[in-house]
């Protein structure tokens, strides 16, 4: 079991790193799911990881970062369903 929350661990170190990263370099956007995703996803593992190795700071932190995640999923969700569609043009056949 230790094996498996080791990997689980280090996958979600690179989930979070990643997501950083990628935001940094400007591949990514901050209110933009993947983003979003990819935080969600690392600090639910980093969690996982570090409750069971019984790091408490780090587990209260990657709860916080899940709970940002997850907020930030639900926004994005939020704000997307208050924008208007555009209408589209008609298409002509010239």
């Known amino acids: 079991m230790s094996v498996v929350v080791d990997v689980m661990g280090w996958v979600g170190m690179v989930f ?3 997501a950083y990263g990628m935001l ?4 990514l956007r901050a ?10 996803l ?10 069971y190795h019984y790091a408490w700071p ?4 990657n709860l916080v970062w899940f709970i940002i995640g997850a907020a930030g999923i639900v926004k ?3 704000a997307s369903r208050r924008r208007p569609v555009a209408p589209r043009e008609p298409v002509r056949a010239d």
């Open 16 to 18: 979070v790193l990643g």
């Open 24 to 27: 940094t370099a400007g591949r």
């Open 31 to 40: 209110d933009g799911v993947p983003y979003q995703l990819a935080n969600l």
């Open 42 to 51: 690392g600090g639910v593992l980093l969690l996982v990881n570090t409750a």
């Open 58 to 61: 780090s587990a209260a932190l």
């Open 76 to 78: 994005g969700v939020l």
